[in-house]
């Protein structure tokens, strides 16, 4: 559907995004993983035209966006950083307005409808500046669809909304694949977001693809990292080296670490125990999260992974 | 292109400060006319320049067709400040409010959404201009009555007074609201331009009303070198040129040639330059607005 190829933006001397490559399926929830500033933000405003490319090409259903005469734009529905609207008009007129910028003739079944279906329509007449993050979220979400897009690009939509929010907003981006066969793009700081309800992930850091796949893929229990915290971390680890676990020891200064498949955590916690070790903590992690836990703490070169 | 603009007008519709300008229009106005209505006296202010020179019957001079005159003379300096008020918020606003990239992530060309901007900044400001000849010419016309309209002009050292017959006057007032609407345009598209730039709408508001007053200063300094080579170029020295319909031509016996003026060639040029300043401005804004990278 969407095909991303050596895309560059540069802002004078800086580069904001390094070639740049990635394909998005039909029906992919596509998950755009990277730490703050890694140039995810600048990568989906160039998808949407907000931000012209120096150099690259973005193709949607094989045409180049840079001559389409904006069908991708009449067939996406975005929200950006936070939703956006007139707060000095009502929920009614933002999406009217937006509805027919999208161009399509709205009647007032369609506009309720949709209120309706974000939870806003018994607030259909108050103006959008009375209203509550979650509802203005809400009502982005609202305007986003209204004309029924095929694709779907949210940046950071949780940014901001408190636990249920977070909770209603995953709910919906699964509705909104699942149900209605919507391909979605969704960009996040947090991995575990993204691993819940992508099904398709590219790590970016420092405006550069680190690694693209499929999230069960990139994320197979068999590759997981395992912390373990005891009283006496130095004893456990040379004993632990007298046994099958001597292959699966990382050394750290810190902590014990293994590296192993994730259903073998109840099996090395049998073994310490059995060796009289007293755990005090336990922290299985999959290597890629380990990985991406080291970008965000070492803004130094880091190597492209590899699974 | 008409439903976006409908949308346009409906949002400026709705916004308070859109109504700013037609209250202070109105009060102006009002002010102005309770004032002379509850004592003419005040024509002796007016009148202080060319009463050694001139007799003149001040109970005569005070109608409505004067009475708008006036109003004109003092607000049409004023009311630019009004028009950036609504142009200058035109794209900035949409950036302060977030709304600017999600207008340009809809299937519309970005010209089409500046070129839409600028018609209903121009609207609003021929709507100011009607909402001002209501109050001005014909509220005053109901209050103080019709009669000959005397001009008040000073040309070089000397003072003139010229007097246009009441039937010759009413196309007069169409003709220089519509040159005030050329004029002010050229307001709106500098403020518009200025928008393009800024992502909060104080920014081309205040940077639009610093130029007019800037540039007025400069059109009105009495320097050779300036007045030959700075004045000309200058939008602010065509703002008052609506006046020339009122400087009525005269013959070699210095009686009034009905339906003439006395320097229509001179009114022309200043239409033209007006609109090529709005050519350039707007021009600008749509170079710069196309290839702007929205970052807000």
């Given at each position: 559907?969407?095909?991303?190829?050596?895309?560059?933006?540069?802002?004078?001397?800086?580069?904001?995004v390094k070639n740049l490559s990635f394909t998005v399926n039909e029906g992919d929830v596509y998950?755009?993983?990277?730490?703050?500033?890694?140039?995810?933000?600048?990568?989906?405003?160039?998808?949407?035209?907000?931000?012209?490319?120096?150099?690259?090409?973005?193709?949607?259903?094989?045409?180049?966006?840079?001559?389409?005469?904006n069908e991708m734009l009449r067939q996406t529905g975005a929200i950006i950083e936070r939703p956006d609207m007139y707060k000095f008009l009502s929920a009614y007129d933002n999406v009217n307005i937006f509805a027919k910028l999208s161009g399509i003739k709205p009647t007032r079944k369609l506009i309720m409808d949709q209120l309706e279906m974000v939870g806003l329509a018994d607030r259909f007449d108050s103006k959008a500046k009375t209203y509550s993050q979650g509802m203005k979220q809400r009502l982005g979400i609202a305007?986003?669809?209204?004309?029924?897009?095929?694709?779907?690009?949210?940046?950071?939509?949780?940014?901001?909304?408190?636990?249920?929010?977070?909770?209603?907003?995953?709910?919906?981006?699964?509705?909104?694949?699942?149900?209605?066969?919507?391909?979605?793009?969704?960009?996040?700081?947090?991995?575990?977001?993204?691993?819940?309800?992508?099904?398709?992930?590219?790590?970016?850091?420092?405006?550069?693809?680190?690694?693209?796949?499929n999230v069960s893929a990139l994320l197979d229990p068999a590759d997981?990292?395992?912390?373990?915290?005891?009283?006496?971390?130095?004893?456990?680890?040379?004993?632990?080296?007298?046994?099958?676990?001597?292959?699966?020891?990382?050394?750290?200064n810190k902590t014990l670490r293994l590296k192993m498949n994730k259903a073998d955590v109840p099996k090395i916690l049998q073994t310490l125990i059995g060796m009289q070790v007293e755990i005090l903590s336990v922290q299985p992690r999959h290597s890629l999260e380990e990985y991406f836990l080291s970008l965000t703490n070492n803004d130094t070169h880091v190597e492209p992974f590899t699974n | 292109m008409w439903s976006l603009l409908q949308i346009e007008l409906y949002k400026i519709s709705?916004?308070?400060?859109?109504?700013?300008?037609?209250?202070?229009?109105?009060?102006?106005?009002?002010?102005?006319?309770?004032?002379?209505?509850a004592d003419p006296g005040y024509l002796n202010i007016l009148l202080q320049n060319v009463g050694d020179t001139f007799e003149v019957d001040k109970g005569k001079v005070i109608n409505g067709y004067f009475m708008c005159y006036m109003i004109l003379n003092t607000l049409l300096?004023?009311?630019?400040?009004?028009?950036?008020?609504?142009?200058?918020?035109?794209?900035?606003?949409?950036?302060?409010?977030?709304?600017?990239?999600?207008?340009?992530?809809?299937?519309?060309?970005?010209?089409?959404?500046?070129?839409?901007?600028?018609?209903?900044?121009?609207?609003?400001?021929?709507?100011?201009?009607?909402?001002?000849?209501?109050?001005?010419?014909?509220?005053?016309?109901?209050?103080?009555?019709?009669?000959?309209?005397?001009?008040?002009?000073?040309?070089?050292?000397?003072?003139?007074?010229?007097?246009?017959?009441?039937?010759?006057?009413?196309?007069r007032y169409f003709a220089a609201f519509a040159y005030a609407a050329v004029a002010l345009t050229v307001i709106a598209a500098l403020a518009l331009f200025l928008s393009v730039f800024a992502e909060n709408s104080i920014g081309p508001i205040v940077a639009t009303v610093?130029?007019?007053?800037?540039?007025?200063?400069?059109?009105?300094?009495?320097i050779p070198i300036i007045d030959k080579n700075i004045r000309p170029w200058l939008f602010t020295s065509y703002l008052v040129g609506w006046k020339g319909f009122f400087y009525i031509a005269i013959d070699e016996e210095n009686v009034p040639i009905k339906g003439s003026m006395e320097n229509w060639?001179?009114?022309?040029?200043?239409?033209?330059?007006?609109?090529?300043?709005?050519?350039?401005?707007?021009?600008?804004?749509?170079?710069?607005f196309k290839r702007k990278d929205i970052l807000t």
């Open positions: 559907m969407l095909d991303v190829k050596d895309l560059n933006k540069n802002f004078e001397d800086f580069e904001a998950g755009f993983l990277g730490q703050n500033g890694a140039g995810k933000s600048t990568t989906l405003r160039m998808l949407l035209k907000l931000i012209k490319p120096t150099s690259g090409k973005i193709s949607f259903s094989g045409k180049n966006i840079a001559n389409d005469n305007i986003a669809l209204i004309h029924a897009p095929k694709l779907i690009i949210l940046d950071e939509p949780t940014n901001g909304l408190d636990p249920q929010g977070i909770a209603d907003m995953r709910n919906l981006i699964l509705r909104l694949s699942r149900e209605m066969g919507k391909t979605v793009i969704v960009s996040s700081h947090l991995l575990s977001e993204i691993e819940v309800i992508a099904n398709r992930m590219i790590i970016i850091h420092k405006g550069q693809k680190i690694v693209e796949g997981t990292v395992v912390e373990i915290n005891t009283t006496d971390n130095n004893a456990a680890f040379l004993q632990l080296q007298n046994t099958s676990w001597q292959s699966h020891l990382q050394k750290t | 709705k916004r308070p400060r859109t109504y700013i300008a037609f209250l202070a229009i109105a009060g102006i106005v009002l002010i102005i006319q309770a004032a002379f209505k300096i004023q009311v630019p400040i009004l028009i950036a008020l609504v142009a200058g918020d035109a794209i900035s606003g949409e950036a302060n409010m977030g709304t600017l990239r999600l207008l340009l992530t809809k299937p519309i060309s970005r010209i089409k959404i500046i070129g839409v901007k600028f018609l209903a900044s121009i609207i609003y400001t021929v709507a100011l201009l009607i909402f001002m000849a209501l109050l001005a010419l014909f509220l005053s016309m109901a209050i103080f009555g019709v009669d000959d309209l005397l001009v008040f002009r000073a040309k070089g050292d000397e003072s003139q007074i010229l007097q246009i017959t009441k039937d010759d006057i009413m196309w610093c130029i007019v007053i800037v540039c007025t200063i400069i059109s009105n300094l009495n060639p001179a009114i022309r040029n200043s239409l033209f330059i007006l609109l090529a300043h709005i050519a350039v401005l707007f021009g600008g804004a749509v170079w710069f």
